[in-house]
C-alpha cells in the first residue's frame, strides 16, 4: 500500500500533467500577444517591448515546470533579446532581427508541444 | 539564534497555477502548513497576522514585487526577521548575488522541479538553522 508521501506524488504528478495542458492553451493565445508586442516595438512603442519581457518571462519561468523545457527555454532567449532590446536604440536593425527569429523559435516550439499534446488555443 | 523546526511557510506567486503546483509539493513531507498568496501586498497582510517561519516569494509581480515586498518586510519591526526565499528565473549569478545583497537568505531557480521543492526549501532551511 502506497505511504502518503508517494501517493502525494502520483497526485502531484498527474495535476502537473492537467495544469501543463492549461500551459499549453494559455501559452497558444499568448503568441498573438508576442507577436503584437514585436509589432508595436517595430512601430515605435518600446512599453511593448517591456511587456514582451513579462510575457516570456512567466512563460520561461512555467515551461520546464509544467515538463516543457523546450518551450522554457526559447522563451528565455526571447526575454534576453527584449531586455537587450530596452538597452538598445529603437529600430536597432540587428535587434530587431534577433526578435524576430527568437519569437519564431518559440512560437515553432509551442506549436510544435501543442500538436504534440494534441492542445489547441481553443480548448 | 538557533531556528525550531520548518512548519509555516507563505508562497507568494501571481501565478495561481504556479501557487497550486508549489502548495502541493510543500505538501508532500507531510508536516509543513502551506499558505498562499497573490501579491506582496496581500503576503505583508498575512505575515502580520500569522508570522511565517519563512517566506518564499516570486520576484516579478505586478503592483509590489518580490524585491518591494523584502524591502517593506525589512523596515517593519514585527516582520524584519522573518527570512525571505525568492523563486524566481533571474537565477542567473549577478541576479542571486543582487538579491543577497538587499536582504534574501537564499534563491530557488525557476523552473524548479516539483518533485525536489520541499526537499530544496527543507536543506535552506537547514543551512539558515546552521548559520544561526
Known amino acids: 500500500m502506497p505511504d502518503d508521501r508517494t501517493s502525494g506524488k502520483a497526485a502531484l504528478q498527474e495535476r502537473v500533467a492537467q495544469l501543463g495542458q492549461q500551459f499549453l492553451r494559455r501559452t497558444l493565445g499568448e503568441l498573438v500577444t508576442i507577436r503584437e508586442c514585436l509589432d508595436a516595438y517595430i512601430a515605435g512603442d518600446v512599453g511593448a517591448i517591456a511587456q514582451l519581457e513579462r510575457v516570456t518571462h512567466r512563460i520561461h519561468g512555467t515551461g520546464l515546470t509544467f515538463g516543457f523545457p523546450g518551450i522554457s527555454q526559447y522563451a528565455a532567449d526571447l526575454e534576453r533579446l527584449a531586455k537587450a532590446a530596452l538597452r538598445s536604440p529603437i529600430g536597432d536593425p540587428e535587434i530587431l532581427e534577433r526578435l524576430a527569429a527568437g519569437a519564431r523559435r ?18 | 539564534m ?20 508549489v502548495e502541493m509539493a510543500l505538501s508532500l513531507p507531510g508536516d509543513l502548513s502551506i499558505q498562499t498568496c497573490d501579491s506582496g501586498s496581500q503576503a505583508l497582510a498575512l505575515m502580520r497576522e500569522q508570522r511565517p517561519d519563512l517566506v518564499l516569494l516570486d520576484v516579478m509581480m505586478p503592483d509590489m514585487d518580490g524585491p518591494a515586498t523584502l524591502a517593506r518586510m525589512r523596515a517593519d519591526a514585527a516582520l524584519a526577521s522573518i527570512p525571505v526565499v525568492f523563486m524566481t528565473a533571474k537565477a542567473m549569478p549577478h541576479e542571486v548575488s543582487g538579491f543577497l545583497q538587499i536582504g534574501a537568505t537564499g534563491v530557488i531557480a525557476k523552473p524548479f522541479d516539483p518533485m525536489r521543492l520541499a526537499d530544496q526549501v527543507l536543506e535552506m532551511w537547514q543551512r539558515l538553522a546552521h548559520a544561526g
Do not use: C, F, M
Open chain 1, 106 to 123: 518559440l512560437t515553432d516550439e509551442i506549436a510544435r508541444a501543442a500538436k504534440a499534446a494534441g492542445v489547441s488555443s481553443q480548448g
Open chain 2, 2 to 21: 538557533e531556528r525550531a523546526l520548518l512548519q509555516n511557510v507563505l508562497y507568494v506567486d501571481d501565478e495561481p497555477h504556479i501557487r497550486e503546483i
